[in-house]
Nanobody
Framework: VQLQASGGGLVQAGGSLTLSCATS????????VGWFRQSPGKEREFVAA????????YYADSVKGRFTIPRDNAKNTLYLQMNSLKPEDTALYYC??????????WGQGTQVTVSS
């Protein structure tokens, strides 16, 4: 199983960005998936997760109301739609397989930088 995150970039505060995570393998729709992020000097933190069928989602308080985490099981792809971005959202964003810990597969990160 491989997870490939993309879509990061530089955006101004208040702007929007959508990350994608393409997953290999035929069992993608059997698993919950999610996003984590890590800023320099900080521990990796949970951002959001979605169940295998997309019926339940869970967000960190810091992104609730600003981020959404849709998935497209037909395309084996997870998204993170980020609105009203803040400088403190600057981080390396990782997609993971799993609804809760343990997360058994991690993708490489994609950098998001929010300028003030």
């Amino acid at each position: 199983v491989q997870l490939q995150a993309s879509g990061g970039g530089l955006v101004q505060a208040g702007g929007s960005l959508t990350l994608s995570c393409a997953t290999s393998g035929r069992t993608y729709s059997n698993y919950g998936v999610g996003w984590f992020r890590q800023s320099p000097g900080k521990e990796r933190e949970f951002v959001a997760a979605i169940t295998y069928d997309g019926r339940r989602t869970y967000y960190a308080d810091s992104v609730k109301g600003r981020f959404t985490i849709p998935r497209d099981n037909a395309k084996n792809t997870l998204y993170l739609q980020m609105n009203s971005l803040k400088p403190e959202d600057t981080a390396l964003y990782y997609c993971v397989r799993g609804w809760t810990s343990p997360y058994d597969y991690w993708g490489q990160g994609t950098q998001v930088t929010v300028s003030s």
